[in-house]
């Protein structure tokens, strides 16, 4: 039996440990608000790929290395090798979903919708391509992806592209193609997206909507996104060693191309010389083994400085533009992240 002191003793000790738990418990909750309001104010967000890179995404690596062409853009330009068509959307893709064409100044505007849901998000896609190239299947195989998964809408505009055309004309379709989808959707269910040059491409729009004084879209999504088409960033020698995919020298031609007779470091073509400040909140999603992944860091210092809200995703050992193949473990849990970007869930 213990004595009436241990027991004392023993109460204290249990009020003392109450009192502790008690005040740790209410410092965390603290601490948690604290977190949810900062989230409130600028949600911002880093996220850091901690999976080990998947077995596909290391075959394709090594193939890109012993096959790519190290001169691609420059022989496609010189034999006008480039894809200036859009691809074929698939039969299977067709079938499943609501697919409608029209013409914008003379271009293919591409609606992809759910046929059996309603719409409640409008996504205005930009593909990629280095403004050279047109729509790939893989950019047909994303879209059905994301729609599929979110019962959102696509716009999916077939742009102008150089050395026929260049971002002006470019900027002028889009401008149309965005005031008809404003009137119909209202900028509150509008996200602009786009992949590599397409990325680049959906920043400088904002950017221009922005200065004049346009209704801005809820958010921007941005994979591997090409921001500086003049390539000077210095990191990029370093990055380079690690790219298998693109070459900056190849991208400064195409960049050139694209710009015409302007100067490439012109925001729109070069959005990263633009201002951030009023754009809604931007997503980037980038691997570290792309070259562009020099400027997406810049940009993301860049929100920090003008406070605008901004969620960064860094996939470690990915190349350019791996999200668009959507077999690929890696590009699987982005697309889930981009579907909850949409979604809001």
């Not at 900062?38 to 949600?43: F, G, L, N, W, Y």
Request: hydrophobic share 40%; proline share 5%.
């Amino acid at each position: 039996m213990q004595s009436p002191i241990f027991k004392t003793a023993y109460s204290f000790k249990k009020i003392k440990l109450y009192i502790i738990t008690t005040v740790v418990a209410l410092s965390m909750f603290s601490f948690i608000l604290k977190v949810d309001a900062q989230a409130v104010t600028d949600s911002s967000y880093h996220y850091t790929h901690q999976v080990s890179q998947g077995f596909g995404a290391r075959i394709l690596k090594c193939a890109a290395k012993l096959f790519l062409p190290k001169n691609s853009i420059p022989r496609k330009l010189a034999r006008e090798d480039y894809v200036s068509d859009a691809a074929p959307i698939p039969k299977k893709i067709v079938k499943e979903f609501q697919i409608d064409t029209i013409k914008v100044q003379g271009r293919n505007v591409y609606t992809f919708a759910h046929k059996d849901k309603k719409a409640g998000k409008y996504v205005l896609f930009l593909h990629g391509g280095a403004y050279i190239n047109n729509i790939f299947s893989q950019h047909w195989n994303f879209v059905a992806k994301i729609v599929r998964e979110t019962h959102c809408t696509f716009i999916v505009p077939d742009y102008p592209l150089a050395p026929a055309s260049n971002y002006s004309e470019a900027f002028a379709m889009l401008s149309a193609v965005y005031k008809s989808l404003l009137s119909r959707a209202g900028a509150e269910n509008i996200i602009f997206m786009g992949d590599s040059a397409g990325g680049g491409l959906a920043l400088a729009f904002a950017q221009q909507q922005k200065l004049e004084g346009n209704k801005l879209p809820e958010q921007l999504i941005l994979l591997s996104p090409w921001l500086d088409v003049t390539m000077t960033n210095p990191e990029i020698k370093d990055i380079q060693k690690k790219d298998v995919t693109l070459r900056a020298d190849n991208l400064i031609l195409a960049g050139k191309t694209w710009a015409g007779t302007s100067d490439p470091a012109d925001y729109l073509i070069s959005p990263v010389y633009g201002s951030l400040q009023g754009l809604p909140r931007i997503s980037i999603f980038i691997g570290t083994y792309d070259i562009l992944i020099a400027d997406c860091r810049k940009l993301k210092s860049m929100a920090v400085q003008q406070g605008v809200p901004m969620n960064y995703f860094e996939y470690p050992k990915m190349f350019h533009d791996w999200v668009m193949l959507v077999s690929l473990k890696e590009s699987k849990q982005a697309m889930s992240q981009i579907c909850s970007l949409i979604t809001g869930s």
